[in-house]
């Protein structure tokens, strides 16, 4: 487990209830029917391409998430953009949920955990779920107040569609 990270609630989207301080993610997309979509939504959430099908730059340490992997996620371009190191955290792999999750490291803009999972339901329905914790972690994320939780969330409805798309 990294020692580096920038809060201490370190797994709480996994134990919940997540920590007071720090605005709260929990948003839930339906993905599909079946084994198969589970399958392919799984594997598209731990091996990054879910991520990267949004258009972000991804390099991470292993190509599969486990824990202890660090991970830089890019937004924007090489010049106006910005990259935020992270590290997994937790990871889940099962018959009925995979996912992981990851939580800052120094350097990135927010302070907190965010965790990603697919869930394959009783009645066969495949779910996807984003649960994050954060703060801001330096002055242009204060600066930004309001606006950068509306981000997140639009962030998290995204990962969602990609996702369904690359399951379906």
């Known amino acids: 487990m990294p020692t580096?990270?920038?809060?201490?609630?370190?797994?709480?989207?996994?134990e919940r209830p997540l920590p007071a301080g720090y605005h709260h993610l929990h948003h839930t997309a339906p993905i599909g029917h079946?084994?198969?979509?589970?399958?392919?939504?799984?594997?598209?959430?731990v091996t990054w391409r879910m991520h990267r099908r949004t258009g972000v730059r991804v390099v991470a340490d292993t190509p599969r998430a486990e824990p202890g992997t660090r991970v830089s996620v890019g937004f924007g371009t090489a010049r106006l953009g910005i990259t935020v190191p992270c590290a997994v955290i937790w990871t889940v792999d099962d018959t009925s949920r995979t996912g992981f999750a990851y939580g800052t490291l120094p350097g990135h803009p927010e302070t907190g955990e965010e965790s990603f999972v697919v869930d394959l339901r009783p009645d066969g329905s495949v779910w996807f779920t984003v649960t994050a914790f954060s703060r801001p972690g330096c002055w242009y994320t204060r600066l930004a107040g309001p606006v950068v939780p509306l981000?997140?969330?639009?962030?998290?409805?995204?990962?969602?569609r990609t996702l369904r798309r690359i399951a379906t």
């Open 34 to 45: 079946g084994r198969e979509v589970f399958q392919r939504a799984g594997t598209a959430v």
């Open 151 to 160: 981000l997140q969330r639009a962030y998290a409805r995204h990962l969602g």
């Open 4 to 14: 580096d990270l920038t809060y201490p609630e370190t797994g709480a989207t996994l």
